[in-house]
């Protein structure tokens, strides 16, 4: 690769962290690098357990993972059907075909880029036995609403918190607002270990589902001593850095107040929703940051702006795509026609997170290569 192309290289992630090459070390020093069992997974989860306020913790190989043994633990399989967002996380839709069931798909908020918690009753029949609120792009979903509606209804949630670890809101940390709560290690997410995940539930028996699924003889979907030695020091400053990531948001957001044509998932309601979202109240994490990218605005489609972006340095990329326009129709099912999911498809950009530990300078630089 050329010198000039490595310039113009967005941030690279994981970080050089002097904390994490010393548990790098001692790994290598005590051989826990080498072993099944060790106390660096006991540590980890119990970090995590505290964290979370939560009984337990199980360490998986990936959230993928995660969120099959969620589904498991929470008994879905044939003939059940699980709710999520036509725009989500791929694997989340697979999971739900993995066990047997049936994704049924709702649209999301134009607004917040969020499932649409207004479409659930819609989305409801006898055979509901989950829904799946990923938060995502540094959006949050309604969980006190999404909440009501499983507890009037006995429907369980999967709370995904692979994007926001360590993230509040309305004062309860992501994660535990579902029945069971998932995160992920993977390599670009916030805390990281290349690959990993973790499920959080305070409930006794999910945990014990997911427990006899994973242990046969041998755990079928660990995560290993030495990941877990790396994810700890990660830890101690995910707060931290959780902090550092918010503000550059709210600095980036006020440089780009005057342009035209990018609206951001965390200001959907104007200025007063991002001073909560921002609030000690609710502190989304931000592992990508979403936004609706209107292309008669820029007078240039969102993939030819995207492309225009990593050639200046700037990784700001098209979205997921929507789960209702890359499977068969047959293979889910959904209330209507998804208008929003099609415009998320098609619109939103996603800022991804190094950059938003960076300087004022860094963040600067993104505005002026959004208006050059
Ligand atoms: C990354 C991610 C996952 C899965 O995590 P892996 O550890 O990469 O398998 C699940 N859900 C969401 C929303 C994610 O962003």
Redesign the pocket.
Known sequence: MSHLRDQLQPPAWPLLDEAVEAALRRAFADGSWGKYHGSNCRELADRLAALHECEHVVLTC????A?ELALHGLNVGTGDEVILSAY??E??FKNVLMVGAKPVLVDVDTRTGQLDVSQLEAARSSRTKAVIA?H?HGGVVAMPAMRAFADQHGIAVIE?A??MPGATLQGRIAGMWGDVG?L???GS?LLTAG???ALVTRDDGIAQRIRVHTQRGNDAYPLSELQAAVLVPQLDRLAERNQLRSENVSRLLALLSDVAGMRCFVEAAGSGALRRALSPETQPGF?KLGFWFDAAAFGCSRDDFACAMRAKGIALDPGFRALHRTHARGRFRAVNDLPNATLADESILVLHHPVLLGTAGDVQAIRDAISS
């Open positions: 990936s959230g993928t993972a969120v989500d996380f694997g989340n990923s995502l995904d692979c994007q998932v992920s290690f993977g997410k690959r990993g995940g592992y």
